[in-house]
């Protein structure tokens, strides 16, 4: 006969089981709010879908592009993509300023801002309205120098990118500054801009700016970018050494090309009184063959020639002086330069005199002027306290 189960075990074992049966089924309620909590996750999902897929398809591309760079090119026979056809271009209006040292403003030749501008590919011209109805984001960077050493003249956006030059590690950013500018108009200003290390790293010792619009921030026609020549950039300590151009009448003389601050030429030209641009202008205009002299045989033709047309880009000014001597009288600019002759009413250039023995006359002059410096009247075009034109002044 089989034994009989407790009944005590069976009515436990019994309630557990309804226990559960209860608990596995959910009221009306908690069902109706589990679906709701999913259709909002679904669409929250739906909203986000769009962000994830361009995150994930921007760090795709990042990851690409940075693994083509870092590849090698092992290919024997290389294949060069071609240009990308393009209308238009930027290009800087003007020549870089130079020497450019670390840490000062980057200007055009003439010490004005750098400008873009944004013209057509062939006539240089600027482009029809339509290209720049909107603003354009254009970014500046830094290139390799040799980045187009030989004869080509297009690029594709790919090889330029791929000269650009980031900072050395644990360096600041290579260029700061206006590096985003907005071109309106066809034409954008970069006010401050510099360079916070010198070039000699690179492996052409030299950098070229670039100017590119800004990745993504255009959809249009191919804009191909601007870039400058190449150039050195000298560290900030050279610059108190740096020569002016054009030098200024009050500029030390050894801003002046092949004159070293503290070198042969300069303390020669110290040990003459010659101090500045203006003192030196002065006596090449007299006497040039006395200040070749004083340089001495050191000052080779080569030098002398960059040295003189260095130092005749020297703005001289409007002031004019005169000297008086028992002919003529004689008015000069303010590097002791002959302007005008003037003999009673009459007036006359150097040129205007025929006989050598008055040509020799006013160089005697001019000599006696130089020497006397300190003591001549000096004017603005016009004689002190009067109306009277060059013409009209008499001895």
């Given at each position: 006969m089989a034994a009989k189960r407790p009944r005590g075990d069976s009515d436990e074992n019994s309630d557990r089981v309804d226990d559960k049966r209860i608990k596995r089924q959910p009221?009306?309620?908690?069902?109706?709010?589990?679906?709701?909590m999913v259709s909002k996750l679904q669409s929250i999902l739906l909203s986000l879908e769009p962000l994830f897929?361009?995150?994930?398809?921007?760090?795709?591309?990042?990851?690409?592009?940075?693994?083509?760079?870092?590849?090698?090119?092992?290919?024997?026979?290389?294949?060069?993509?071609?240009?990308?056809?393009?209308?238009?271009?930027?290009?800087?209006?003007?020549?870089?300023?130079?020497?450019?040292?670390?840490?000062?403003?980057?200007?055009?030749?003439?010490?004005?801002?750098?400008?873009?501008?944004?013209?057509?590919?062939?006539?240089?011209?600027?482009p029809p309205s339509s290209i720049h109805l909107h603003p354009l984001r254009v970014e500046l960077v830094a290139l390799q120098g040799d980045f187009l050493a030989g004869d080509q003249e297009d690029w594709t956006s790919d090889e330029f990118n791929g000269w650009i030059v980031k900072e050395r590690t644990g360096k600041r950013p290579l260029l700061i500054g206006d590096v985003t500018v907005m071109l309106r108009d066809g034409a954008a200003l970069v006010s401050e801009l510099y360079f916070t290390d010198n070039s000699s790293w690179g492996k052409s010792g030299m950098f070229k700016i670039g100017a590119r619009v800004v990745p993504g921030s255009y959809r249009g026609p191919?804009?191909?970018?601007?870039?400058?020549?190449?150039?050195?950039?000298?560290?900030?300590?050279?610059?108190?050494?740096?020569?002016?151009?054009?030098?200024?009448?009050?500029?030390?003389?050894?801003?002046?090309?092949?004159?070293?601050?503290?070198?042969?030429?300069?303390?020669?030209?110290?040990?003459?009184?010659?101090?500045t641009v203006q003192d030196f202008l002065k006596l090449w205009f007299v006497d040039p063959q006395s200040l070749r002299q004083i340089l001495g045989q050191g000052m080779s033709d080569r030098k002398w020639e960059a040295t003189t047309n260095h130092a005749n880009t020297c703005v001289v000014g409007d002031k004019l002086?005169?000297?008086?001597?028992?002919?003529?009288?004689?008015?000069?600019?303010?590097?002791?330069?002959?302007?005008s002759i003037i003999d009673g009413a009459n007036r006359y250039t150097l040129q205007d005199l025929v006989n050598r023995a008055d040509r020799d006359h006013v160089h005697q002059l001019a000599r006696e002027?130089?020497?006397?410096?300190?003591?001549?009247?000096?004017?603005?075009?016009l004689l002190p306290n009067t109306n009277l034109p060059l013409h009209q002044i008499s001895t």
């Open positions: 009221s009306f309620a908690t069902v109706i709010d589990e679906a709701m897929r361009k995150v994930v398809q921007e760090e795709v591309e990042r990851i690409l592009l940075h693994s083509t760079y870092l590849r090698p090119q092992r290919s024997l026979q290389p294949q060069v993509e071609p240009a990308e056809p393009s209308s238009f271009k930027l290009t800087f209006q003007k020549p870089l300023s130079q020497p450019i040292f670390t840490g000062t403003k980057i200007e055009s030749f003439d010490n004005t801002p750098l400008q873009i501008l944004l013209v057509a590919t062939n006539t240089l011209e600027a191919r804009i191909r970018e601007a870039m400058t020549e190449p150039f050195r950039v000298k560290d900030h300590r050279g610059e108190s050494y740096k020569k002016h151009y054009p030098p200024a009448l009050e500029d030390e003389v050894w801003r002046l090309e092949k004159i070293a601050k503290d070198g042969k030429f300069h303390k020669k030209l110290a040990d003459a009184n010659i101090n002086y005169v000297h008086h001597g028992r002919r003529y009288s004689l008015v000069l600019n303010s590097v002791c330069q002959v302007v002027a130089y020497k006397n410096w300190g003591n001549l009247e000096e004017f603005h075009r």
